[in-house]
């Protein structure tokens, strides 16, 4: 049985949205096989990664069972500190990434410790963030140790060196992901003057070495039509690019309203998405957060992914800076089944109908409600609680 959503999309009452995840993320290494099967290396090791993703789905599953939505995707902010200052940038805007020195991040250890408790858990993907991640080579080590997961880094890609080339020659699970806006102009535009004359060298450097790595590219109305342009694409392919991730801009202000795409936009991009998939087999292609109508509505707060930000506070995703519970006083089961994760699942919210783009964001009011009662509940606690960080 089917309900209508307000857009005309049909959505399954009894949808689930874990085995419509697992589906994703075996679509997600059949496309990454695909696309790396001319590299002996790097096809033997998606081949392993494979094995190890379908031994998760099945871990996943059992927890399940046992009362635990496991999802199969986590984000990691590893570090507040960041180079550049993007214009629009979400992390700043939540002041999540600031100039001053950082206080209070999770060390090197203690990211390995959340990172090998998600493996035990199932996770299969951890997209480390920041900030400027590759600023954090230690975690870059640690999580190249962790072979059975796969790490994609999203970096401005100013500060890779050979050293870190090495690195991802060794650790076949570490995964450049480099911010790009298009050309030259809007890259640098956004990105600042030399930016993407920087990333054309590192993409040489890393495709000389047979190394995989893909791009991440901001969607807006201004960059849309051209960031699926073949024009574009076919320059990345040249370069050797393996993935690219469409990551649709989230307004985090009232101001970046105007940049926001709309369901037009999204109907545009999914068509050019199919048509893609089907002319460029030696690429993949994933958009985030995708069309939330077919995907049951938002993933986020552990219907799909969550967040921990640099300082270890879980959070429902990186455009919504909301936590009440932190990783280092517990355990990240724990955090899966936090208050505000389970009152965002449990109350529908992130299902309900909403403009585009964040669904938290929109409900805003709502989800500052929700903190307001986990606080009130908290204080009134005479055993304390876990300490929130935002």
């Given at each position: ?129 920041g900030g400027e991640p ?21 970096t401005n890609g100013t ?200 669904v938290l964001f929109e ?28």
């Amino acid at each position: 049985m089917a309900t209508i959503d307000k857009g005309g999309v049909a959505v399954s009452k009894n949808f689930d949205v874990q085995e419509y995840m697992a589906k994703g993320v075996e679509e997600i290494v059949k496309e990454a096989i695909r696309a790396t099967f001319r590299d002996p290396r790097e096809s033997a090791f998606m081949a392993k990664f494979a094995l190890a993703s379908r031994k998760a789905t099945r871990l996943r599953r059992k927890k399940k069972k046992e009362g635990l939505d496991v999802p199969p995707f986590l984000i990691a902010s590893i570090t507040s500190s960041c180079n550049l200052h993007c214009a629009g940038c979400y992390s700043r805007s939540n002041h999540a990434t600031v100039d001053c020195k950082p206080v209070a991040q999770l060390t090197d250890e203690e990211w390995l410790k959340i990172f090998k408790e998600a493996q035990s858990l199932g996770v299969s993907f951890i997209l480390l963030a920041g900030g400027e991640p590759m600023l954090r080579r230690g975690v870059m080590v640690a999580a190249g140790s962790l072979q059975s997961i796969l790490f994609p880094i999203f970096t401005n890609g100013t500060f890779m060196d050979e050293k870190d080339f090495d690195l991802f020659d060794r650790c076949r699970n570490l995964v450049p992901v480099m911010s790009i806006e298009g050309g030259k102009a809007e890259t640098d535009a956004r990105r600042g003057a030399g930016v993407y004359e920087k990333l054309v060298d590192n993409m040489d450097k890393l495709h000389s070495r047979g190394l995989i790595y893909g791009v991440s590219v901001t969607v807006t109305k201004e960059n849309l039509k051209q960031s699926v342009s073949d024009e574009f694409l076919n320059s990345l392919e040249k370069s050797g690019c393996k993935a690219v991730f469409y990551i649709e801009f989230v307004p985090v202000t009232e101001e970046g309203k105007k940049l926001a795409p709309d369901d037009a936009d999204r109907a545009f991009m999914q068509k050019e998405l199919d048509r893609l998939r089907k002319t460029k087999q030696e690429m993949m292609f994933i958009s985030f957060p995708g069309d939330e109508k077919s995907s049951g509505g938002c993933l986020a707060a552990g219907r799909g992914f969550f967040h921990i930000n640099s300082h270890g506070g879980a959070e429902p995703c990186p455009f919504s800076a909301y936590s009440d519970i932190n990783v280092k006083d517990t355990s990240l089961e724990a955090a899966i089944n936090s208050g505000l994760f389970a009152a965002l699942r449990d109350g529908r919210l992130l299902e309900e109908d909403h403009a585009g783009g964040c669904v938290l964001f929109e409900k805003k009011a709502q989800v500052e409600e929700i903190m307001r009662r986990i606080a009130e509940e908290k204080a009134s606690d005479p055993r304390g609680g876990n300490r929130a960080e935002g």
